[in-house]
């Protein structure tokens, strides 16, 4: 009514008035057109055309409403024309999600052009210890907070494949929703989603199993697909469509197809006809190339020829250039080179060179755990540090060989050697290592030393003080406030001090090892007399044990599945809890014996 009368002074009288009507009637005609036209619904799960990716994101709504920012009312849910015109939003569940592509998730990405490392990924294996999903989210936040620019990652059993894939997956299992939740954490925070999907070696999760034996290059082995067997292939080709058709929502620029630690292939009957009838040009190499380019081509199509795919270099440096030029993968596929080693010594002068050769552009991959040794379970956290370091000097120094030098980085945090192997350092007690990396990666073109690049480190992680301390096995500090820090603090701080405490003890208890010592257990041949002391003792360290167990049980379960529990308590401390009930049980057996033999009896080769 103000803006009214404000307009009748200015424009004077009843002749605005008179226009101002006009105005109104020709508005509330075309609003009434526009609410009678048709609305229809868009299918779930039906992805729609991408349009380029909003600056800003977005906010998704329930029923069947979409916000997003910075856009006119009229625009929060797409229209009928948007919709068949090339477009915007993919529903599931009853939410629009704007759809981004990969040239405007790339166009990102190149604003990184320049930087020592353009790409900093951070690499989640979830073939062992998968995180529950509330803290695979807390963790997202976290690495986005780190400075990473995205996140790889390799879903293997733990994904939530339908048809025949169905039989091989974890029964801790992801549901669609859990890994549409975890996707669409990592896109909201801006971070650029890598896909790992094995395609030639590390298939065990599959092959392993009777129905899929029959697509093993040797049936000894579980470990590599006959690469020439097509049914096989098309089995690994639903993987990597499933696994695209749940990542494209949230775009896929970058997409791995693994490749690496194929120890022995072109073995089957298959692939050595295959080899045979290329005649002059049959080889393993070859055989093993063309499949590379055949699931490159394949990704591509599925999801367009802007698509970077890429491969673990490690078969790639053993292979002729003339070879790998009339395969035709140059073009397709961009070399990842793994090394883990605290020197990078699997990879000289020689090595870049020939890799250089073939291809244009490279890939660097470090590792923030899972990568010192198999059966690590406390982390080193100076191990991984000097690995990364050493990547710095290693990137600076080759980067000259490639004519579009290393794209990135990619931080890998391994849960197991491989699907058939214990676990690794477990995510809580890689997370301190894992930020570090971040860190020492963001300030590779500084060449900065440890003190600055640790404290922001701690910073970022919470720690007191801003101090980060890398010694060894020893916490990096006693009080952080990262997620997983009370696991970090309840295995790394205190169960180890109370298992090196426990097993020294029992190293130096005289009645211990001199009359409960493996010799006396396995031939019954004790002297009584001291059973109730080592009983006593064995009590006690047992219940120094378990507290430290309960412990360790009660800040794991909120973040991981109890099978992941169960089976980290058994390689850790469960083995010295289950030794010292065993000779408990022997000595009260040994307490009750009354004769024993003269000597010499037959000695029995008997392990406790």
């Known amino acids: 009514m103000v803006w009214l009368l404000r307009q009748i002074r200015r424009r004077g009288g009843i002749s605005a008035i008179c226009k101002l009507f006009g105005i109104c009637l020709v508005i509330g005609t075309l609003l009434q057109l526009t609410s009678s036209a048709p609305n229809r619904e868009i299918p779930n799960n039906q992805p729609l055309r991408p349009s380029p990716l909003h600056p800003d994101g977005f906010h998704a709504i329930d029923d069947g409403q979409v916000q997003i920012e910075d ?3 009229e625009q929060k849910k797409p229209s009928v024309q948007q919709i068949h015109s090339g477009d915007w939003y993919v529903k599931t569940a009853g939410t629009y999600k704007k759809t981004p592509t990969v040239e405007a998730i790339k166009t990102e990405i190149n604003k990184r052009k320049g930087e020592f490392y353009e790409q900093i990924f951070v690499h989640f294996d979830l073939k062992g210890a998968p995180p529950k999903v509330s803290y695979f989210l807390q963790l997202l936040e976290l690495v986005r907070k780190s400075g990473a620019t995205g996140v790889m990652i390799e879903w293997e059993d733990m994904f939530p494949y339908t048809g025949r894939l169905a039989s091989a997956i974890n029964t801790d299992h992801y549901s669609m929703e859990d890994v549409n939740a975890i996707l669409s954490k990592a896109h909201s925070l801006g971070l650029t989603i890598v896909p790992l999907v094995q395609t030639f070696a590390h298939l065990e999760w599959i092959l392993k199993l009777e129905e899929f034996r029959k697509y093993r290059t040797v049936d000894e082995y579980p470990q590599v697909l006959c690469l020439a067997n097509k049914d096989g292939v098309d089995l690994i080709k639903e993987s990597v469509t499933q696994v695209i058709e749940a990542h494209k929502p949230y775009g896929i620029p970058i997409f791995h197809i693994g490749c690496d630690e194929a120890f022995l292939y072109g073995a089957c009957r298959e692939d050595l006809e295959w080899i045979k009838s290329k005649g002059p040009d049959g080889s393993k190499e070859f055989l093993a190339l063309s ?4 699931f490159a081509s394949f ?3 599925q999801v367009g020829p802007d698509t970077t795919i890429l491969v ?7 292979f002729p250039p003339q070879i790998i030029e009339k395969a035709g993968v140059r073009d397709l596929i961009e070399p990842v080179v793994w090394d883990y080693s605290e020197g990078i010594v699997t990879m000289n002068e020689w090595s870049f060179q020939t890799i250089a050769d073939s291809f244009p552009v490279v890939w660097a991959s470090s590792a923030y755990k899972g990568a010192n040794f198999p059966s690590a379970k406390y982390i080193d956290v100076r191990h991984y540090e000097t690995n990364n370091r050493a990547w710095v000097e290693i990137v600076r120094n080759n980067k000259q060989r490639f004519k579009g030098g290393f794209k990135g980085i990619i931080i890998t945090g391994w849960q197991r050697y491989d699907h058939m192997a214990g676990l690794c350092e477990i995510l809580p007690v890689g997370t301190p290592s894992m930020i570090l990396q971040v860190e020492t990666a963001l300030s590779a073109a500084n060449k900065e030393d440890q003190v600055g690049i640790r404290k922001r480190a701690a910073r970022k992680l919470g720690c007191a003080g801003d101090s980060l301390a890398v010694s060894g096995l020893e916490l990096i500090n006693a009080q952080c406030n990262f997620t997983g820090f009370g696991v970090y603090q309840a295995f790394q701080g205190n169960a180890r001090r109370t298992i090196s405490y426990v097993l020294d003890e029992m190293e130096k208890h005289h009645p211990t090892i001199g009359w409960l010592n493996e010799y006396a257990r396995a031939h019954e041949y004790t002297q009584n007399w001291y059973l109730r002391e080592i009983s006593q003792f064995l009590q006690m360290q047992l219940g120094q044990l378990k507290g430290a167990e309960r412990q360790i049980r009660t800040q794991m ?12 308590i058994f390689e850790t401390i469960g083995q010295h809890i289950d030794k010292i009930e065993r000779m408990l049980d022997d000595a009260e ?3 009750k014996l009354r004769v024993w033999p003269k000597r010499h009896f037959p ?4 392990e406790l």
Do not use: C, Q, Y
């Open 71 to 73: 856009e006119p009312e």
């Open 291 to 294: 499949h590379m380019r055949e």
């Open 299 to 301: 990704v591509k199509k």
């Open 312 to 318: 673990w270099h490690d078969m790639l440096k053993s």
């Open 557 to 568: 379960a909120p973040l991981f599945f109890e099978n992941t529990v169960e089976e980290f």
């Open 589 to 591: 057996k040994l307490g």
């Open 603 to 606: 000695i029995k080769k008997t």
